[in-house]
């Protein structure tokens, strides 16, 4: 068969079937005895319908998420307060989080257990399946096998979820009324509006302008849920009304979302911040990712040489990364893992390791990561959830540790592998993951020269169904490569607070 999917038999039925095959709007499930199920196929398995294997997978969820900092040797440097400069306790997050958060903020734990009413929600779409594109290998005539773990099948239609639904439950469960949140590209605003709405909270986005305005429809799935959403910057907020003063027309970014939201949480005793990235936490709830891929790649009888990421905040990244690193830490696999991040924001191949504001304003702890400063404006890419000027302190962490590698891609290589991935497997990908299918793609073509049959593993972390007023640009010809001023960098590193 031209692609394979490892599913988890809970999408179809508890029997074991021999053959799935798709016949128009049904599909119709042969079981080994020979009688045949029809199913609505009013749900997504895989965009334009994969080709699934004759096989299903055994593959559960996930019961625990995995905690990287417990088996480094070397531990992160701790976060700090904005100002004393002493190291963050957890009564300073109070304002901003749960406490359950907090705590896994902090933990030195192995493992942390998945609370039962997060794993039934997880289980309305994961296990994730892991495909193999050999449509793709055929296309780039490479001797090596590509895989990619598909994040595009939650409701939102990207792996943020996966945070979502545990931060939702924690602040539900310690009674908190309302969250309020920021968003890029609108991938994590409508996950926290989503889950938002199983758990009875009222939700507050605000939105970077400059997705607001080119991904209307992303606006609407938050509204849809519930959930009211702001551009940003806006007039609402002491840190929006700065911004505006100083140029009206700010295209906006993370950092300056960040520090809207968090202001609305602090002056706000019933509400509690929540983000999609960069955090500890976060990385945590996202290392279901790399659970299952990892059971899922036994069973196809592989082991990666090389695991591929995209990077904005980390959080994609982590999740697939992290449960590998820990059985690289243990001898018993050692993949390049690499890291790919836009030319036009590139904070780990060209910021600095310090400690940095995780926002614009100033309003977050410190955090030791690789950051542009934050007063870095991005310039307006079509990847919006890359736009943040720094990187999340555990991924900047092992970086310096040697665990990982980094690239930067422009935009317009990303997007011609985005459409020879779309024309051959059949998902048109968001904007973020193009860049590691291109650097998939070259480490695909590298291979073809070398002829090695390396084991390409990707992190395919959403569909680009929202995205699609990018991809006419593309077609256009008129997406053009954005890249970075280095004046304006260093400009915005020069206040990055010096903290020995």
């Not at 902090?106 to 794993?119: A, C, G």
């Not at 602040?171 to 605003?189: D, I, L, P, S």
Request: charged share 20%.
């Amino acid at each position: 068969m031209a692609s394979q999917l490892l599913l988890s038999t809970n999408l179809f039925t508890k029997s074991s079937l021999d053959k799935v095959f798709i016949t128009g709007d049904d599909l119709t499930l042969k079981r080994k005895s020979n009688h045949a199920t029809r199913v609505s196929y009013g749900f997504s398995l895989r965009a334009n319908a994969a080709l699934i294997s004759s096989h299903s997978s055994s593959v559960e969820v996930p019961r625990q998420w995995y905690n990287l900092v417990a088996d480094l040797s070397v531990k992160p440097p701790p976060q700090l307060h904005p100002k004393t400069f002493e190291p963050i306790k957890p009564e300073d997050l109070t304002h901003l989080f749960p406490n359950e958060i907090i705590k896994q903020e902090e933990t030195l734990e192995r493992f942390i257990d998945i609370p039962e009413e997060v794993l039934e929600i997880y289980k309305l779409w994961r296990p994730t399946p892991l495909i193999r594109a050999k449509r793709l290998e055929k296309l780039l005539q490479t001797p090596a096998r590509i895989y990619f773990k598909y994040e595009g099948g939650s409701p939102a239609g990207s792996h943020k979820p996966n945070s979502a639904i545990p931060q939702a439950y924690y602040n539900a469960k310690e009674g908190v009324k309302n969250v309020v949140t920021e968003t890029g590209a609108g991938q994590w605003g409508s996950s926290l509006a989503f889950a938002s709405s199983l758990f009875g909270l009222d939700c507050e986005v605000f939105q970077v302008a400059h997705t607001y305005q080119q991904k209307p429809y992303r606006r609407l799935m938050m509204q849809t849920w519930g959930a009211k959403v702001h551009q940003s910057p806006s007039e609402l907020t002491e840190a929006g009304r700065r911004i505006l003063q100083t140029d009206p027309s700010s295209t906006g970014s993370l950092g300056i979302a960040i520090s809207e939201a968090v202001e609305v949480a602090s002056r706000n005793e019933d509400t509690k911040y929540c983000l999609g990235s960069v955090f500890n936490h976060v990385l945590l709830h996202q290392t279901v990712i790399g659970e299952e891929c990892i059971k899922q790649m036994e069973e196809y009888g592989e082991t990666p040489d090389v695991i591929i990421g995209c990077t904005g905040g980390g959080s994609n990244f982590a999740g697939l990364s992290f449960p590998y690193i820990r059985e690289k830490l243990k001898g018993k696999i050692n993949p390049i893992i690499r890291a790919v991040e836009p030319s036009a924001c590139p904070s780990l191949t060209k910021g600095v390791y310090a400690y940095d504001f995780g926002d614009t304003a100033g309003l977050t702890p410190l955090m030791k990561m690789h950051t542009l400063g934050h007063d870095f404006i991005p310039s307006p890419i079509h990847s919006g959830g890359l736009r943040y000027h720094g990187m999340a302190p555990l991924v900047s962490h092992i970086y310096e540790q040697g665990f990982m590698e980094a690239i930067s891609i422009p935009q317009t290589e990303c997007f011609e592998g985005a459409i020879k991935f779309a024309r051959t497997e059949g998902i048109i990908p968001a904007p973020e993951p193009t860049h590691a299918i291109a650097a998939t793609i070259r480490e695909a073509l590298r291979c073809k020269e070398t002829g090695e049959a390396k084991v390409i593993l990707m992190a395919m972390c959403g569909h680009g169904h929202f995205d699609l007023t990018s991809y006419e640009k593309y077609l256009r010809g008129e997406l053009v490569d954005l890249s970075f001023s280095e004046e304006k960098i260093q400009e915005s590193l020069s206040k990055v607070a010096h903290v020995v």
